[in-house]
């Protein structure tokens, strides 16, 4: 039962720490554009050929 002082206490701090870091990601927007990171992920990179993609010179 003596553990219990030492439980409840990191039990808290750990989801203090959890609600502190959530909080802090919607301050710094994480959560601003969802549509359109689930959108470019369908996107198709255009057709670049094999020698173009190894010889990052031919790119520029």
Same mark, same amino acid.
């Given at each position: 039962?003596?553990? /219990?002082? +030492?439980?409840?206490? *990191?039990?808290?701090?750990?989801? &203090?720490?959890?609600? #502190?870091?959530? /909080?802090?990601?919607?301050? *710094?927007?994480? +959560?601003?554009?969802?549509?359109? *990171?689930? #959108?470019?992920?369908? &996107?198709?990179?255009?057709?670049?050929? #094999?020698? *173009?993609?190894?010889?990052? #010179?031919? /790119?520029?």
């Amino acid at each position: 039962m003596s553990v /219990l002082i +030492y439980l409840i206490p *990191a039990s808290l701090g750990l989801g &203090l720490l959890g609600l #502190a870091t959530f /909080l802090w990601s919607l301050k *710094a927007g994480q +959560y601003e554009d969802m549509d359109g *990171a689930a #959108a470019r992920i369908l &996107l198709d990179e255009e057709d670049v050929p #094999a020698s *173009a993609k190894s010889d990052g #010179a031919s /790119l520029r």
